[in-house]
């Protein structure tokens, strides 16, 4: 599979269609734009403190993946493609051939709730399957119970544990 062309059109909950397609590295302004309309606690549950912006680098790491130790996924607007609505990705653990990845989201408060992580988990399990990932990881803090709920709605083998006030989230796959 060629993860750099991957683009699936889906559709949401509400009915609206959406384009999830793989980040690029055009996409560094759009990203940039897309987390300062983001709220604090939206931050605050992604990257588990404050923040007020991405930096050059976090930029530079975040939209040149190589589709094999990353890959990510953005979720534009049908009828607007130019404005990032979601994110998702994973990073493969150690080696380039690990068979564990750890996964992250990111969804626009305007669009929780409309199952966009649901459909971007689904994307990223094929994509990672296909690629010989056996389990997906992710920390998540206790309070987001929507996103608890995304992983426990996932139809996979879920395991969780609690370490240091973070839910230990794993999905065999």
Not at 69 to 74: D, E, Q, S, T
Request: charge should be neutral; charged fraction near 30%.
């Amino acid at each position: 599979m060629d993860l750099h062309s991957y683009s699936r059109s889906l559709t949401l909950k509400n009915g609206d269609a959406i384009l999830v397609r793989a980040i690029r590295p055009d996409d560094r302004e759009r990203l940039r734009q897309a987390f300062a309309k983001l709220e604090p606690r939206s931050i605050y549950t992604r990257f588990f403190g404050a923040k007020r912006g991405l930096s050059d680098a976090e930029l530079t790491a975040a939209t040149k993946v190589d589709g094999n130790k990353v890959v990510a996924l953005v979720a534009v607007r049908d009828d607007d493609p130019e404005t990032i609505i979601a994110g998702a990705r994973y990073v493969r653990l150690e080696a380039d051939r690990s068979c564990e990845a750890e996964v992250a989201f990111t969804v626009e408060e305007d669009y929780q709730g409309l199952g966009i992580a649901t459909l971007m988990l689904r994307e990223l399990i094929a994509i990672a399957k296909e690629a010989g990932v056996t389990k997906i990881v992710a920390d998540v803090l206790p309070q987001n119970i929507a996103m608890l709920k995304v992983f426990r709605s996932s139809g996979k083998p879920i395991s969780t544990s609690n370490v240091d006030g973070v839910v230990k989230v794993t999905l065999q796959l």
